[in-house]
């Protein structure tokens, strides 16, 4: 009788597993170089949130495809999204009391920039360009934000073949793709 409430009481939850090891995935590959060297990010806390949040959108926009099966995977995954985010703040030295406070205000950029990528990558014009110009570029914001199009196009079209089972080895893969960012085409 004791075993199987013990079982459910320890048992890992599988789920957040595979949110945590996409979120590392999304994390790493949101800090690659190139797109702090070459494609005009400016290389601070904030171009850093900018990457992690256009990487979190490419992983959404994948979940959101697969459709219900996905669903649990894609809560789980802003969950580990923004608890590291509190934990960041904390160890930049953010009070207890004002931590809330500005991941509630994160929270909203996030999903302004979310929606605004979603819509800008359904459509072939210049919306995308624009959205990433005004949210992640510092500099140059025409040429660089054509580049940083160009990736997260193909960034999108990579996940889309990705099997569910293996987004954050496909997220990992990407980086042949940001690397085309400084010099050859992608």
């Known amino acids: 009788m004791i075993a199987p409430l013990l079982k ?17 995935a999304i994390a790493e590959q949101a800090r690659a170089p190139q797109f702090f060297a070459a494609a005009g990010v400016a290389d601070t ?3 850093r949130y900018e990457m992690l949040s256009l990487h ?6 994948r979940l959101r495809r697969e459709g219900p099966p996905a669903r649990k995977l894609s809560g789980k995954l802003l ?18 009391l004002a931590v809330g406070r500005k991941i509630r205000g994160m929270a909203e950029e996030f999903y302004g920039r979310y929606a605004a990528y979603r ?3 359904t459509d072939d014009g210049a919306a ?11 500099t140059d914001r025409t040429e660089k934000a054509a580049m ?20 954050a080895g496909a997220i990992v893969s990407l980086r042949s793709l ?8 992608i």
């Open 8 to 24: 459910t009481v320890f048992r890992k939850d599988r789920t957040r597993s595979q949110a945590e090891t996409l979120y590392a």
């Open 79 to 96: 969950e580990v999204f923004f608890e590291s985010l509190d934990s960041a703040l904390r160890e930049m030295g953010v009070g207890d």
């Open 119 to 121: 819509g800008a990558l």
């Open 148 to 167: 940083l199009e160009k990736y997260m196009r193909a960034a999108d079209e990579a996940l889309k073949s990705a099997k569910l089972e293996n987004l």
């Open 56 to 61: 979190m959108a490419l992983a959404l926009e």
């Open 45 to 47: 806390v904030e171009g």
């Open 128 to 138: 995308l360009a624009d959205a990433l110009a005004r949210n992640a570029l510092s």
């Open 178 to 185: 940001s690397s085309a960012i400084d010099g050859t085409a």
